[in-house]
């Protein structure tokens, strides 16, 4: 029995030892950034002030940074402070991320359209999608979108999208046809909800009014 109460004692003693002997970090610096706000990154990461220095934890946060639209390269450097205190410095490169869109075509009737839009994967330097976009196909559309995945936190944002749509349909009638100004002009509100690095849902309602006027072709007069 005394021997046993021993190997107890010991394994309690090398239990505490080791839990008192945690490395923690002291800080989390972010470096290399422009556009995105600090602020923003340090509320994504696992590694915070005051918690303890675990590499799963520093692996994990690089592959989710890795994974945000306005980073092309993220990596760590861990460096001593005092007392088994460390600081991380998160080094981040940054994407460009305001990119133009810009098309010329011809439609089945021989209309010239073209299509001018703009769009900032990093609004405001909190990973958030706004633009929109002009097109002209003979009829004036256009579209508002706005995607903010971690609006209200790491894992819960909110995504917004307004469309008006035009262009020229065909409509069958057995062997006949006639041509329609199709008009679509919706409404989109979906919450967004990150589950883990790989994977997320999103849910919400989309209100849409479609319209059809006459244009050309077969004319039905019931």
Do not use: C
Not at 13 to 34: F, H, P, R
Not at 62 to 75: C, D, E, N, Q, T
Not at 94 to 103: C, D, K, R, S
Not at 131 to 136: R, W
């Amino acid at each position: 029995m005394k021997f046993k109460s021993i190997i107890f004692f010991l394994f309690l003693l090398i239990s505490t030892l080791s839990y008192s002997q945690e490395n923690i970090i002291a800080d989390v610096k972010i470096k290399g950034i422009k556009k995105t706000k600090p602020t923003f990154i340090k509320s994504l990461l696992l590694s915070k002030k005051g918690e303890k220095l675990d590499s799963i934890s520093l692996d994990k946060d690089i592959i989710l940074l890795k994974r945000l639209p306005s980073v092309s390269h993220a990596y760590y450097q861990v460096f001593y402070s005092h007392d088994k205190a460390y600081n991380v410095f998160i080094n981040i490169e940054e994407n460009f991320t305001i990119l133009p869109q810009v098309n010329f075509w011809t439609t089945t009737n021989s209309q010239f359209a073209y299509k001018l839009g703009m769009y900032d994967y990093n609004f405001l330097g909190r990973n958030i999608t706004f633009g929109g976009f002009y097109q002209n196909n003979g009829f004036d559309s256009y579209a508002i979108n706005f995607k903010a995945p971690n609006l209200f936190s790491k894992k819960w944002g909110l995504a917004l999208n307004h469309q008006n749509w035009k262009s020229e349909e065909p409509l069958y009638f057995g062997d006949k046809t006639a041509n329609y100004l199709y008009n679509n002009i919706s409404f989109e509100v979906l919450g967004l909800h990150q589950i883990n690095v790989k994977n997320q849902i999103e849910f919400g309602v989309n209100f849409f009014n479609e319209k059809y006027q006459f244009l050309s072709g077969f004319h039905d007069p019931k």
